[in-house]
C-alpha cells in the first residue's frame, strides 16, 4: 500500500468514527461549518466535529504543525476534503482566517505575527475580518483613504471600511490604510492588523436587496494600532493586498463550486412541479436547455477546478488559468438562481408570508443575493482586466 | 480522472506541434483546394506520420498499433487541428478503425487494422443521407437478404474521404433494423464522386446500385440488426476526437488573434489596448479554458469509464466546443478587421472549419438535448 493510500484509509476511519451523524448531508454552502470567535455560537455538532479535528490539526489542514495545523501535503489536503464531500460534511472551521489572512502572514508575516496569530486562528478562538474597500475605492482600491498616522509605537488609524463580510460577528480585521499621501496611490499603502476590540472600532450592517446581508460598514475614531501589527513592510502594502486577493479569488471561485453541485437536480425537480411531468423530457424545450446549460456550465467549472490542483500537485507553476475561477464561479451561480426564478414564475414573486412555497421564496432572495456576487471581491471588470493584462498581455 | 498530460504525453504534445508546425501549416489547405488536388490531403505527410506510430496510436499492438488511449490520440488531434489538417485522421482513424475495433470480427480486423497503422489503407464510413441530419436511424439505404448476402442500394452524402477510401463502411436498413457492411471501393455497383466543402474536409457521395454482397462484409456479426448502438458508441468516441481538433483549431485562432491585437495599432496604440476588446478576448479565454476541462474530461472517460459515462461526456465536450469555436471565430476575423475577410490571410479557415465542426455529430443544441435526455429530463 502506498503511503497516500495509507493516509486515506486513515483519514476515512477518523472520519467515519468521528464524524458527527447529524452533521452527515448537512453541508449545502461555503458559509457551513464553525466560523469560530469570540462570538460564535456553534451548535453542539459543530462543535464537537472541530474539537475532534482540531486534536489531529485538522482545522488548518495544510498549516504547519508548529502552528497548529496537520502540515498535510497539497495531495493529502484534497483526500481530506474529497472524504468530506463524500459525506457531505462541513469542514471543521471556516472563514477568512484560515483561507486569507493565515495565508498571507505564512508569506508576508514576521515570526511573532505568526505565532500569534495562527494558533488562534486553527483553535477557532478568532474570527477575521477583511477591511479592504471604501466608500470611494471600489474598484480602484488604491484609492483608500483611512489614514493610519504613526505616533510613537502605535499608528493612530481614522476612517471608514464598507462591504466588511461579518465585521459584527469577527473580533480581528486586517485593513489597508494610507500611510503616505504624497506618492503614487499605491505606494503609500499599508497592511494592518487591528484587534477590534480596542476603543474606537465600531460596525454597522448593510441590507441588501434580498433583505439580508453579509456585509458591514466599519468605522475607525482615533484608533491605537502597535506598530508591530504592520504586515510586510511600511507603504508596501498593496503588495501583500494583491497577494491576498489572489487567495480570495481562488477560495471564493473553489468554494462556489460546493454550492452550485445541486443545481440540475433541483432545477429539474421544481420544473417537473410547474409543468406537471413525471418524468421523461420537460414539456417545455427552452426550460430544458436552460437547465441544461447551466449543469454543463456546473460540469465544466468543477472539471477546470479538478485539472488545476492537478497540475497544481504535479508541481506545474500556479496555472494563470486560476484567474477565471471567480468570474465563472460567479456568473454560474447568477445563472442558477436566474433560472429558479424562472422556472417558478409567478410563485418566485414572493418576499415572505404565506401564499408561497419556502423553496421559492428561498430562490428568490438567493436570487437577489446573487447578484453580488458578480460585484463583491472584484467585480467581472476588474476580474477580466486582470486576465487581458497580466494573462493575455493586453494594456497600453 | 486524469486531466493533465503527463511527461510521456507532454513528449508527444511537443513532438506532434513541431511537426504539424514545420510540415503542415494552415495555409496548406489553400494550395490544395486552389489547384484541385485528387487526394486533397498528404500522402506523404501520412505515411511518416504513421510510422511515427500515430495512426496507430490507440489500436491494439496485435494490430501494429501502439496500443494506447483515444486521450493520447487526442494529443495529436488537438495540435492536428492548430494547423487544420486535411490528413484523414476523422475518416479512418476515428470512424473507421474505431468501427472495426468495436464491432468488426477477427478476420474484418486482421484484414484492416495492420495495413491502416502503417499508412496504407485507408476508410470511410457511409453514414450520412440527403435529410438525415443528425438522426442515425433516419436511412433509407436498403440491404435486402439474397440466401447468405444481402444486396445493398442507396445514396450516401459527405463521406469524409470517400472520394480516397479503400473501403466503406455503409450503414443500411435491414429486417431487423439497422446493420453496418464493410465494402471495398472497386466492388461493382459503387461509385464515387467527389464533393467539395467549405472548410478543407474532404468528402464524396457515394452510390450503391444493386451491390451484392457475401455474409462477410456484415460488422458486428453478433449484434445484426442492432448497428445504430455500436455505431452511437463509435460515433461518441470519434465525437471526443473531433473535439480535440476543435479545441486545437479555437485555441490557434485566438493564439494568432492574439498576435494581432498586440502589434496592429491605430490611434497610436495597440488595438489590444482598448477594452472593447481586450475584455472580449479574456471572455474567449474563459470559454478556451473551460472548453479545454471539457474535452480532457471526456477523453479521460473514452478510456477509463464506461459507455453511458462517455455519452454524457461526449455531449458536454461537443457541446462547448462547438460554442467555443464558433465564437473565437466569429471575435478572431471581426477583430482582424478588414484583413481577416480576406481569402489571402488564414483566419478565414478557421471560421469556415468551426461553422463546419459545429455541424458535425450534432451542434450545441443537438448535445443540450442529448444531455437532458440521457440525464433523465
Given at each position: 500500500m502506498s503511503e497516500l493510500e495509507s493516509f486515506q484509509r486513515e483519514i476515512r476511519d477518523f472520519v467515519e468514527r468521528e464524524a458527527p451523524e447529524a452533521l452527515r448531508g448537512t453541508r449545502q454552502g461555503r458559509f457551513d461549518g464553525h466560523w469560530g470567535g469570540r462570538k460564535a455560537q456553534p451548535s453542539r455538532d459543530v462543535q464537537h466535529w472541530f474539537e475532534v479535528a482540531l486534536e489531529r490539526g485538522l482545522t488548518a489542514p495544510t498549516w504547519p504543525r508548529a502552528y497548529g495545523g496537520a502540515g498535510l501535503s497539497a495531495e493529502q489536503a484534497r483526500i481530506f476534503d474529497r472524504e468530506l464531500a463524500r459525506l457531505k460534511l462541513p469542514p471543521p472551521l471556516v472563514g477568512v482566517g484560515l483561507t486569507m489572512i493565515g495565508p498571507t502572514l505564512l508569506d508576508y508575516g514576521t515570526e511573532a505575527q505568526r505565532a500569534e496569530h495562527l494558533p488562534r486562528i486553527v483553535r477557532g478562538e478568532v474570527r477575521w475580518c477583511q477591511g479592504y474597500s471604501e466608500p470611494s475605492a471600489g474598484s480602484d482600491l488604491a484609492a483608500l483613504r483611512t489614514r493610519a498616522v504613526r505616533e510613537g509605537e502605535h499608528y493612530v488609524v481614522n476612517g471608514q471600511k464598507v462591504w466588511t463580510s461579518f465585521a459584527d460577528k469577527s473580533d480581528w480585521i486586517f485593513a489597508l490604510v494610507r500611510t503616505d499621501s504624497k506618492v503614487k496611490k499605491q505606494l503609500g499603502i499599508t497592511f494592518l492588523l487591528i484587534d477590534m476590540a480596542t476603543a474606537g472600532v465600531s460596525t454597522r450592517p448593510i441590507e441588501l436587496i434580498s433583505g439580508a446581508s453579509p456585509f458591514c460598514e466599519t468605522f475607525f475614531e482615533d484608533v491605537r494600532v502597535p506598530v508591530g501589527n504592520v504586515v510586510g513592510e511600511v507603504n508596501a502594502g498593496w503588495t501583500v493586498a494583491k497577494a491576498l486577493l489572489g487567495y480570495e479569488r481562488s477560495m471564493i471561485g473553489e468554494a462556489m463550486s460546493g454550492d452550485i453541485a445541486d443545481a440540475e437536480r433541483e432545477l429539474v425537480a421544481r420544473a417537473r412541479v410547474v409543468c406537471?411531468?413525471?418524468?421523461?423530457?420537460?414539456?417545455?424545450?427552452?426550460?430544458?436547455?436552460?437547465?441544461?446549460?447551466v449543469a454543463m456550465q456546473e460540469r465544466c467549472f468543477a472539471f477546470t477546478i479538478e485539472r488545476l490542483r492537478q497540475s497544481a500537485i504535479a508541481g506545474k507553476p500556479p496555472g494563470s488559468e486560476s484567474s477565471i475561477l471567480k468570474v465563472v464561479a460567479s456568473e454560474l451561480k447568477q445563472a442558477r438562481w436566474e433560472q429558479a426564478v424562472k422556472v417558478a414564475g409567478p410563485d418566485a414573486l414572493g418576499w415572505e408570508g404565506p401564499g408561497f412555497d419556502a423553496r421559492d421564496l428561498h430562490a428568490t432572495r438567493e436570487w437577489l443575493r446573487s447578484r453580488a456576487n458578480t460585484i463583491e471581491g472584484g467585480t467581472s471588470e476588474v476580474q477580466l482586466n486582470i486576465i487581458a493584462k497580466h494573462v493575455l498581455g493586453l494594456g497600453a | 480522472m486524469q486531466l493533465t498530460l503527463n511527461e510521456q504525453q507532454t513528449l508527444l504534445q511537443q513532438s506532434a506541434a513541431s511537426l504539424f508546425r514545420e510540415k503542415a501549416k494552415v495555409g496548406r489547405i489553400r494550395a490544395l483546394r486552389d489547384t484541385h488536388d485528387p487526394i486533397g490531403f498528404s500522402r506523404e505527410l501520412w505515411t511518416d506520420m504513421a510510422q511515427l506510430g500515430w495512426v496507430g496510436l490507440c489500436l491494439p499492438e496485435a494490430y501494429e498499433g501502439l496500443g494506447l488511449g483515444l486521450s493520447d490520440l487526442?494529443?495529436?488531434?488537438?495540435?492536428?487541428?492548430?494547423?487544420?489538417?486535411?490528413?484523414?485522421?476523422?475518416?479512418?482513424v476515428l470512424l473507421g478503425a474505431q468501427s472495426l475495433m468495436l464491432g468488426g470480427d477477427e478476420a474484418q480486423k486482421a484484414r484492416w487494422l495492420p495495413s491502416i497503422a502503417r499508412g496504407e489503407a485507408l476508410l470511410a464510413l457511409a453514414y450520412e443521407e440527403p435529410g438525415n441530419r443528425v438522426e442515425l436511424g433516419r436511412v433509407s439505404t436498403s440491404a435486402v437478404r439474397t440466401g447468405a448476402g444481402v444486396r445493398l442500394n442507396g445514396e450516401k452524402l459527405q463521406v469524409f474521404d470517400g472520394h480516397v477510401a479503400d473501403a466503406l463502411l455503409v450503414l443500411a436498413r435491414v429486417d431487423a433494423g439497422h446493420s453496418l457492411f464493410i465494402v471495398e471501393r472497386e466492388h461493382p455497383g459503387v461509385s464515387i464522386q467527389r464533393q467539395t466543402r467549405l472548410d478543407?474536409?474532404?468528402?464524396?457521395i457515394v452510390r450503391f446500385h444493386d451491390v451484392e454482397l457475401g455474409p462477410d462484409a456484415l460488422v458486428g456479426r453478433d449484434g445484426h440488426g442492432r448497428a445504430l448502438e455500436l455505431l452511437s458508441h463509435v460515433l461518441?468516441?470519434?465525437?471526443?476526437?473531433?473535439?480535440?481538433e476543435m479545441l486545437g483549431g479555437a485555441t490557434q485562432a485566438f493564439d494568432d488573434t492574439l498576435d494581432y491585437l498586440k502589434t496592429r495599432k491605430q490611434f497610436d496604440v495597440t488595438i489590444g489596448s482598448f477594452q472593447a476588446l481586450s475584455h472580449r478576448a479574456a471572455r474567449l479565454y474563459i470559454e478556451l479554458a473551460l472548453a479545454r476541462s471539457a474535452v480532457a474530461a471526456a477523453a479521460s472517460c473514452a478510456d477509463e469509464g464506461t459507455p453511458e459515462e462517455l455519452a454524457k461526456l461526449a455531449s458536454l465536450a461537443k457541446a462547448r466546443c462547438s460554442d467555443a469555436f464558433v465564437q473565437v471565430a466569429n471575435e478572431a476575423v471581426q477583430m482582424h478587421g478588414g484583413i481577416g475577410v480576406t481569402d489571402d490571410f488564414h483566419i478565414g479557415f478557421y471560421f469556415k472549419r468551426a461553422r463546419a465542426a459545429d455541424v458535425l455529430f450534432g451542434d450545441a443544441t443537438h448535445h443540450l438535448r442529448r444531455w437532458a435526455a440521457l440525464s433523465g429530463y
Open positions: 406537471e411531468s413525471s418524468g421523461g423530457p420537460l414539456p417545455d424545450d427552452a426550460v430544458r436547455l436552460a437547465i441544461a446549460r | 487526442c494529443i495529436v488531434l488537438e495540435e492536428a487541428g492548430r494547423q487544420l489538417a486535411p490528413e484523414p485522421w476523422l475518416s479512418t478543407g474536409r474532404n468528402a464524396a461518441d468516441r470519434a465525437t471526443v476526437g473531433v473535439c480535440a
